[in-house]
């Protein structure tokens, strides 16, 4: 395994030098850097001319200044980057550390939710080919394929963003909409949770009576400008979802899964007290370690209870841990909320990736990123999803015509075993790969992206960096996508070879 | 599994299974059908690609007739250079709805898609717009095609080190995004010539890799096929084993993933001048109209509307033009043999990894 | 036709799977598919019954039926019972229940039947803690037992394995354990040994059958090999175009066929045609030196073969030498893996020989430039195995004919379709399917189409690897016979590659038995197969069944032997 692992990494670092070479060599040659002052007037022309030559080492000969750029690129490693400058003269290295960051935060979150949201969808559509939702999902998908990036942009900035805006200073939902809303939710999730006629007629009249109900009784409450939720809701959410849980894993009557899970609930509440006053005013590290309690508690309780049945009540009590432990944040983000709306009056931004001199605590700040980087995200990932959707229901349809399925169906296994034991982790091979190359895509996407939404991001740094063929920063934006890029590959292989035996063994 | 059929006409009174089969053929009298034929049939009883292929038509004959191309003049009266007065703030003066729901009646009117801030009259432009992207698409598909083609199915037969470099060039995407190496190659085509046709050029270049990995796999697998063995016993020649055998039963992957590629090529373009490396000033093209426009989105949104309209409608199009083909290609009823099914820029597929 | 399948016309006799005129039919784009047709049947427990057809029969549907896992557009109609059961109609909860426990199933291909992702534990124990019959530990410990039952050793460290490291023989030897796991009251063995070699295909009968006494479960036998049917079944049902036609006892139905279909499917079927005697020790046979004046065709000497795996070579054929003279066929016999097929290919120039010679009418292949290999080549015809991939399927029937006069521009277009039109003639088929795609026609028919496109340019050498393997049993008469007539005809040389001894033994004058590339034993036909020296050569014989069911228990009795003594 780890061979396999260093044999890919060095057959990467080797495709990420000559591509580096490649796009130096090409972006140099793209144009004139001196364009503009050789068409300008001013006094101190040739001064300036002098200038950008010495910042950009325009006198050397292009190997020359691959040769600098390589070497003080690969400083990198010892952890001394002189990425070389601009064409002001500014160090790059010290323009990156933002742009990063803001750019690969975009990028891994739209990757991840497009990735869980795509293969659930892709699996759901396989498992109902050539239903309804089937056939909307398969449209919807190629609509988004085929929607330039930056004209869905704008139009997302001007509907969603700006209209909630706009909505949120005055939250009112009339009484005819929230009645066509409650019958659009309704036929949504006939379609999602299907069944019988029967099934799928009473889902749907109990949604459009009961989401109307909710709508107005949350406009009375003034829940969107001042949102709570409160222990008793928590622990009610908490319980149901263990008891769902441990239906559908095992049934209710296993009291080896059904025992943890409801102690796993009590813990819930009883760490909500606890903290409660901690994550007033948390720090990332508070809420890790949080998540890891939540983990790792209920798996805990679970492996000593669970008895023959370990495994289904470690994930059912996992599943309630964590559930628990975000509705705890959310209350914590409900709290916050209104404090937030004082000093960020319109809160889905449309412009940049953090809002500057944001006054507030921790939760605001969380807050804000969050709703700066809502936009973008749902953008991006809606059009990643639409790949991840597609390809994985093909894969999805491709293994279920596979012997072994008949094996597994000829053995009395239940078709949610069949599907999700012995259909899911074969679909899982191929897509593996696909992500990798998604990524890379996703990437390309953030360049479009931030400039729609004025994000001084990586891709920002590599649209105007080209614009004016300078080659620091868009070497600057290739080393951190590229390696972003190789490491996301190498995680696509390992879960490929955990996935398949076949390689690993 | 029984495929047999079960006419009324059925042979009766045999005892052989081969019997039966000589009896069965013998009574055909259908034409013989080509395996094209059969893919065409396929195809013209798929709905949405029907559809998709009378929008493509009419949207293709309305952009070149309307304004004229080339030496040939258009129906349309108006051009899309000469700037003029702007009537009642450039709004368009088509209108669909009929007076007995409210509105002003079917009108088309002088400027349907109203006018831009200088007077152009704005169909003309987006006609304009819409001939440069289709002609990109038409030459980025055709360049793409006729590359990857070449190249997959020389790296899938003779493996080795052309083989070894078309991986290795495939992974060079995964470091550098396609949206970013078009954008380098784009601003160099910028910076040389300007003209579309070299832009187009660049991107075909660019946009190969996809189909070259998936007609290398399907040559890959196709050649282990005893058809192609027989061939070569019999002593053919390399070039006609691989462009009378081979490629030709790599058709079905090839057309589909050209029209994926003309739509991800009309995609890219539309990218590109959004951003300022694609298509530039006084040429014209789909994304630039919308870049030049976006901040005119809230005063005057036909100015933005159109333009995406169209590239949706023609990319959606596109896309299922290429689905309705695969699934000509692809029956399902063919049964166990496992096929590729490959989406826009032709991502990899399992039996490719390495 | 005969419905008077429980023979035993007492209704409340405990049947383990039962069929009560069954009725099959597919809801298909066109004509609605009648796959079964009133089909009545029974198997009692401890008793093997054999379902016999062709491709086409039903025979596979009946038993899919059985299962409940017929596909959605089938319409089931009539009673197929697992105990007292009926399972046409039931609840697919129900149905699940009693998949396991009550019936299990056996399939075909041993490569494509277990899970590649998961462990070969994983895949035995989830049967058995779903059914409630063991969990965890137990399961796991029940799970090592029935390895060791079925044969696979040092089960212990080995269940935890993932399929890929298993052998085919292996893997159908895992596919029995899951079958077993809960004790069902009827297995059903959908063509359990097709997919194997001959000497595996022993075993795993031998295993059936071991497992079926021990056990005392039904075992409702699908397949196409009378040998199998003979040396297993209690009794036989015989199916054709979805009636069955005949059914009875094992002695009965292959000894004395009534209906005429039965008749001929065992007339079809290609016997030794001297029993072979396999426990007494032969003389050594005479060199194979035929009379002076043969006109060599092909000829090997200490050819070795070898195969490059990612820089790994993989040494296939190694020091084997023959000689084939006009008019003669040799037969190349082996299991897979051997080297058999190899062989053909190297002469035929797919494959380079790593060293000795090998020369068709004097020329040594290896030494010849292209343009005087593309000259040999024109006298070497070749017939592949699948029928289904050896012709292009872009090309109407009349430019596959022809194809090798195109490619060595022989003829004008009209003297092509003449000559297409004389070998579609020769191969007995209409002239009016130049014009048809291959995919218009059966598996035999294409088969038959491949011999007049490698008849094309008259060979003086046809190379047919493994030419019927992939055809019924009666389509393979057809086949051969045609091709013995034609050798006649054309008096060509014939290099035979298969792995059927009886096939070889109507076709061939001299025989090579190939074993992991080596050439074991080699002679004229009638020595190496009805004398045998070598140890292999004897265990090839004796695995393979015939389908009389007396001569067939001595055989399986001196295959004991044979397995004992090694």
Redesign the interface.
């Known amino acids: 395994m780890w061979k396999f692992i260093a044999k890919r990494l060095g ?2 670092l080797a ?2 030098f ?2 580096s070479l ?2 130096y060599v ?2 140099i ?4 850097p001196l364009k503009d002052l050789r068409e300008s007037n001013a006094d101190n022309r040739e001064y300036l001319m002098a200038q950008r030559v010495e910042y950009m080492n325009l006198d050397a000969p292009w190997y020359g200044r691959y040769w600098d750029w390589l070497t003080g690129a690969s400083k990198c490693l010892i952890g001394q980057c002189d990425l070389g400058r601009n064409i002001n003269g500014v160090e790059v290295s010290g323009l990156l550390a933002n742009a990063a960051s803001s750019t690969l935060r975009l990028v891994v979150l739209a990757t991840v939710i497009a990735a869980v949201l795509g293969i659930a969808i892709g699996v759901l559509t396989a498992i109902r080919q050539y239903s309804g939702l089937d056939y909307i999902v398969t449209f919807l998908t ?2 988004f ?7 869905a942009a ?1 139009l997302l900035k ?1 509907y969603l963003a700006i209209s909630y805006n706009d909505w949120l200073a005055d939250p009112q939902i009339s009484v005819g909409t929230s009645i066509a809303i409650g019958i659009v939710v309704g036929l949504v999730l006939q379609m999602f949770l299907g069944g019988s006629l029967k099934r799928r007629g009473i889902t749907f009249f109990a949604s459009a009576v009961f989401v109307p109900l909710v709508l107005q009784y949350s406009l009375w409450l003034n829940f969107y400008r001042y949102p709570q939720m409160g222990p008793a809701i928590i622990i009610v959410l908490t319980a149901l979802l263990a008891l769902s849980a441990t239906a559908m894993s095992v049934g209710l009557k296993e009291k080896r899964v059904l025992y943890p899970a409801l102690i796993t609930v009590v813990l819930v509440l009883a760490m909500y007290y606890a903290t409660f006053y901690m994550l007033l005013e948390p720090n990332g590290w508070i809420l890790f370690f949080g998540l890891v309690l939540a983990v790792v508690i209920p798996a805990a309780i679970g492996r000593f209870m669970g008895g ?1 049945l370990r495994k289904a009540a470690m994930s059912v009590s996992i599943i309630t841990g964590v559930a628990g432990a975000a509705l705890t944040i959310i209350d914590h983000l409900f709290r916050a909320w209104p404090r937030f709306l004082d000093v960020k009056g319109r809160p889905i931004a449309t412009i940049g990736s953090s809002t500057a001199n944001l006054e507030g605590g921790f939760w605001d700040h969380f807050l804000d990123n969050g709703t700066q980087l809502l936009m973008p995200t749902i953008l991006l990932a809606v059009i990643s999803l639409a ?1 991840y959707s ?2 994985t229901r ?1 894969s999805m349809l ?1 293994v279920q ?4 399925i ?9 078709e949610r ?1 069949v599907i999700f ?2 259909a899911f ?2 679909a899982m ?2 897509i593996a ?2 992500a ?6 996703l ?3 953030a ?2 992206t931030e ?1 729609v939404f004025g994000w001084k991001g990586m891709g920002e740094m ?2 105007t960096g ?2 004016h063929v300078d080659p620091a920063p ?1 070497m600057a ?2 080393l951190v ?2 390696t972003a ?2 490491l996301f ?1 190498l995680l696509a292989d390992i879960v ?1 070879a955990l ?4 390689i690993r ?1 | 599994m029984s495929t047999t059929n079960n006419n009324l006409n059925e042979p009766q009174n045999l005892s052989s299974v081969a019997e039966v089969e000589d009896a069965k053929l013998a009574q055909i009298h259908e034409k013989p059908k080509s395996q094209g034929r059969i893919v065409f049939d396929r195809f013209v009883s798929h709905k949405p690609a029907m559809i998709s292929t009378i929008v493509l038509i009419v949207i293709t004959v309305f952009a070149f007739s309307s304004i004229g191309w080339g030496p040939f003049p258009g129906w349309w009266g108006q051009n899309y250079y000469h700037a003029g007065a702007v009537v009642d703030g450039g709004k368009p003066t088509l209108s669909l709805v009929p007076t007995w729901l409210g509105g002003e009646g079917f009108r088309i009117g002088e400027h349907p898609f109203g006018q831009d801030s200088v007077g152009k009259d704005y169909f003309a432009l987006v006609m304009n717009g819409t001939q440069k992207s289709i002609i990109i698409g038409v030459v980025v598909g055709l360049v793409a095609t006729v590359l990857g083609t070449v190249i997959g199915a020389v790296s899938g037969y003779f493996r080795g080190w052309v083989d070894e470099i078309l991986m290795r060039i495939t992974d060079l995407f995964i470091v550098i995004p396609l949206l970013v190496l078009a954008a380098v190659l784009g601003k160099m085509a910028g910076a040389s010539t300007g003209s579309i046709i070299t832009l187009a050029l660049v991107l075909g270049l660019v946009t190969w890799t996809g189909l070259a990995r998936l007609v290398r796999g399907e040559i890959l697998s196709l050649r282990e096929r005893e058809y192609v063995a027989a061939a070569q016993a019999m002593g053919s020649k390399t070039s006609r084993v691989i462009f009378k055998h081979l490629i030709p039963n790599t058709m079905g992957v090839i057309i589909v993933n050209a029209t994926f590629a003309i739509a991800g090529a009309i995609l890219l373009e539309s990218s590109l001048s959004y951003l300022g490396f694609g298509v530039k000033a006084p040429e014209s093209s789909l994304g630039l109209l919308i870049s030049q426009y976006q901040n005119a989105f809230t005063t005057r949104p036909w100015l933005f509307w159109w333009p995406g309209m169209i590239i949706v409608a023609i990319a959606l199009s596109v896309n299922f033009l290429g689905d309705g083909l695969r699934d000509a290609f692809d029956p399902r009823q063919v049964g166990k043999k496992r096929r590729r099914r490959a989406g826009m820029f032709a991502l990899p597929t399992r039996k490719e990894k390495p | 036709m005969s419905h008077a399948a429980p023979m035993n016309e007492q209704g409340s006799e405990d049947f383990a799977l039962s069929f009560n005129d069954l009725n099959v039919v597919f809801a298909t784009g066109g004509a609605d598919v009648h796959a079964v047709k009133g089909l009545s049947l029974a198997v009692r427990p401890g008793q093997v019954v054999a379902l016999v057809g062709e491709s086409g029969s039903g025979k596979s549907v009946t038993s899919t039926a059985a299962m409940g896992l017929l596909p959605e557009n089938a319409n089931v109609s009539g009673a197929a019972k697992v105990g007292n059961v009926n399972v046409v109609g039931l609840d697919e909860g129900k149905l699940r229940k009693m998949r396991a426990t009550d019936i299990a199933m056996v399939f075909q291909e041993p490569m494509t039947a277990l899970n590649p992702v998961l462990t070969i534990e994983r895949q035995l124990t989830e049967a058995l803690e779903l059914h409630d019959i063991a969990y965890g530990k137990e399961a796991t410990d029940r799970a090592i037992e029935l390895l060791e039952m079925v044969g696979i050793p040092d089960p212990a460290k080995r269940i935890k394995q993932y399929p890929h490291q298993f052998s085919g023989g292996q893997r159908q030897r895992i596919v029995i354990a899951m079958a077993i796991s809960c004790d069902p009251k009827v297995i059903i063995a959908d063509e359990p040994t097709t997919a194997l070699d001959v000497t595996v295909q022993a075993e795993i009968l031998d295993l059936l059958r071991e497992l079926k006494d021990r056990l005392n479960t039904g075992i409702l036998l699908i397949t196409h090999n009378m040998g199998v049917v003979a040396d297993m079944a209690d009794e036989v049902a015989v199916m054709f175009q979805g009636n069955l036609v005949e059914t009875g006892t094992v002695d009965q139905v292959l000894l004395r066929p009534e209906h005429p279909y039965t008749q001929r499917l065992l007339a079809a079927v290609p016997r030794l045609s001297a029993p072979a005697v396999v426990t007494t020790q032969a003389d050594a046979h005479s060199s194979e030196t035929a009379p002076p004046g043969r006109e060599l065709v092909l000829e090997a000497k200490d050819l070795v073969l070898e195969y490059d795996m990612r820089g790994k070579i993989f040494r296939a054929v190694e020091n084997v030498s023959f000689d084939v003279a006009k008019g003669e066929v040799l037969g190349i016999v082996g299991e897979s893996g051997s080297g058999k097929s190899t062989i053909a290919k190297a002469v035929l120039g797919l494959l380079p020989v790593a060293s000795g010679t090998l020369s068709v009418r004097g020329h040594n292949l290896p030494k010849l430039s292209p343009k005087e290999a593309r000259k040999v080549r024109k006298d070497i015809g070749v017939i592949f195995q699948d029928p289904a991939a050896s012709l292009n399927p872009r090309f109407p029937i009349g430019e596959c004919i022809t194809e090798p006069m195109v490619v060595h521009k022989i003829g004008s277009k009209a003297e092509r379709t003449k000559r297409a039109e004389e070998l579609l003639d020769a191969v007995k088929m209409p002239r009016n399917v130049i014009n048809r795609y291959p995919h218009e026609l059966s598996g035999g028919q294409r088969q038959r189409i491949c011999i007049a496109r490698a008849l094309t340019l008259n060979p003086e050498l046809l190379i047919a690897d493994e030419p019927t393997s992939a055809l019924d049993v009666s389509v393979q008469a057809v086949v051969l016979e045609m091709l013995q007539e034609l050798q006649r005809d054309f008096n060509f040389a014939c290099l035979f590659v298969s792995h059927d001894l009886a096939v070889v033994d109507m076709l061939a004058d001299a025989v090579v038995v190939m074993q992991s590339g080596k050439a074991v034993e080699q002679g004229m036909a009638d020595t190496v197969l009805h004398a045998p020296t070598h140890e292999y050569t004897k265990r090839l014989l004796a695995a393979a069944p015939v389908p009389d069911p007396h001569e067939q228990a001595v055989r399986r009795e001196a295959w004991r032997l044979l397995n004992n003594t090694k």
Request: glycine share 8%.
């Open positions: 057959s990467a495709v990420l000559a591509a490649l796009l090409l972006v040659n793209s144009g004139d190629f609509l394929f085929s929607l330039p990036v930056f004209w704008v001007e023959r790949s597609r390809y093909s491709e015509r596979q012997d072994y008949r094996t597994a169906r000829s053995k009395g296994l239940s075993t034991r012995h982790r074969n091979i191929p790969t696909i990798a190359f998604d990524f890379a895509g990437i390309g996407g360049v479009i400039r590599f649209a080209l614009d868009v934006f290739f996508t590229g890029a190789i590959n490929y996935l398949d035996p076949r063994v």
